[in-house]
DNA sequence: GATGAATGAGACTTCATTCAT
DNA sequence: TATGAATGAAGTCTCATTCAT
């Protein structure tokens, strides 16, 4: 339309990929933080650091977060999945069985979540939350209390279905939640690295630790549904 | 003038500052700093912060260690006594059940490592190994290996005697070890302070876990065939 | 409001401070770390000492050199540009007497060396180098032995054509070379800074160690003989 | 005469030594701290130091000197020996020559001076004095004004009886002075600690200037005294 | 917008000096 | 008197943040 336009015009075959860029710019800052932060905490990662693995002058980090703490906090916004709403309802829909449910849970949960890079954000909170109360309230409130009620949830309706032995809730949901959390803290920390065990196999581990669960749950022979053997 | 100002002379408030205690503070520095360093990570926690909570000023800490990384290698080596020794010997004259022997080692982890300062480690070392690979080292070697030895071999008699289901411990394992690396975490991180279920009831947790993955492992009423191994 | 202040806006009194001269720097710091190290020593010369006379900050110093050892280094190195290569050329092609080549060297040595600011990495090497071994070896490689080298082929030249006696060019070297050293110390040291008779008449000192030195090498009218060896 | 006079005796033979010590104390002191000032300098070298080399604590230093910048004026003052005042008698009553005298007066000092670790303070002073003003102004008066003064005369009288040249005597000192200053400068610096020529055969290099300047002084063939070979 | 030179508060560490024993 | 544990001011160096270009 305007003159300047026709200016820009010259300079696009070039500008395409820059202003490309440009737009991108935040998202890969965000993406190098998590990356940094996670590997080496939050103290320990300098900004510069940050920014060079974006791409970026240390200066233009600065031009997108107000501070290094912002940039934090950022991430974590960015990467908490509110996806808990989405898997409320499908749980109201499914069809299969608790035992069934669990277990897709868990599955989908490593797909969507655990094998991604957002995983990283349970080490970050873990390890940093205690000097971001702000940060942690959020997190508490996005991940950990949607998290522990969708697996409330599906193990109330396998005990009122006689699926499950009943048990103290309260507790009973940190059996299934252990060993994800587990899973995502061995796959960024060093100590477990060497581990081929983990990282690596993660669906075994998945599958193996969903075994256990379900059997551990499960109703005695005795009861509604699950009288198989006796 | 009076009786109590020569009682007091010698121990009065003015000297209160300025005790020689050779002996005590090396225990009292590194007492300091697990907790500061559990609480706010290495990095983020100042040397004067630890001096400071010590009763003592930041020079007093640098005439006892050399430097701050070498206060943290010395946190770390001071909270892991090498107890596995002692309880793979229980582990080799225990007289009861596999099952009871699982109960009972997580149990007696709480009490003599969970419930303790100690446990802060487990924090420490996956928020920070990364940036100190020897440390990490010496943790893999002195605590991850013989824990995970220790918890194997119990898994294994139980499969050998008949009581487990065969599994693949290389990940079934991890349904014992998640749920106390979890509890200890949850314990000192800011993101499960406000949670009244976890840190103080932790016995009640730990018995949850203990039925759920006990269920979980036992080898169905009917298939007593593996007993023969044994 | 006035022209006068467009013009200054470019260059205004307030833009004075965080000048951008990345190619001046480090020079500039050079320059005022010199002065200071000859002045009060290196060890009790301050980092920020330096900047400050550089007219920068603190920060800056060790934005160009990374460490004060370092810094030291440098100014060594600066400081110390391989004469000796060009003035061997010059004693090759030299037409004179020996008398008169060492004459012209110790006056070139003076308004080349001696004069200048260099000079006083001389005081600075007898001062530190003790403490700095890797200083101290390129500084004897790069200085001493070329200087003492050359200064020993103009007298074995001299003895050669029988101007000078002959002598022990191993001791008598230093005929020459201890008025020099001498003179650049008292320059740079404040226990002679009283004195009128040294620094400001250098050229005077100069010549007259020339001439006094000449007189005591010179052979005897009559001992023309060693002429013929050369 | 007292009691305590024999219980004094009782301990005698072990506190004999310890009460010799008692009284050195100080003198080790300046000893161990003339050796370090000269080798490392003053700021670089630790009260510690000096007291550990002394055979004492830390403590004891403080005892003896208020501060470390008081232990180094006790060095200086302590080895400046205020032997030229007997010098200058000996000059009165020397009977031989001006040259002989000159000879004299440099191996002689070689010996009482040149040779001890009193050199030391030549190097410090160069160093140093810079830093310690009115230490400076005291060095000036009790060594380097007598000193030169004693030379000057010396080289006055050769003069006036025609055994050297007429010359200007605020130049023509340094002849003499420089090769000694020289020579103690290279004994305690690290520049010349690996040359073989010099510290170990000091005797050799005073001998070799000794003639160089006796030659460059003397006067020529057809004056008075000197007349020899023309 | 983007850059990166410049800044300066703040961290670790040293060491002269003090003082209870 | 002698000791050496304790102190804290001061120095080196880092790095989040600013700002002229």
Redesign the pocket.
Known sequence: MSISKFLCDKTSALSVKRERR?EA?PGELLDAALDLFVEKGFTA????EVAARAG?????????FQ???ELFKAVIRENISGRFKEWNDEFETFEGTAAEMLGYCMSTWWERVGATRASGITKLMMSEAGNFPDINAFYQQEVIQPGQTLIRRIMQRGIDRGEFRPMDLDYAIYSVIAPMVFLVLSKHSAGTCGDPTLPGNAEKYIAAQVDIILHGLSAPPGSKTAKGKA
């Open positions: 440009k710019r990662t300098r900004a510069e970026v002058s240390k200066g233009t980090l600065f031009l997108y501070s290094k703490e």
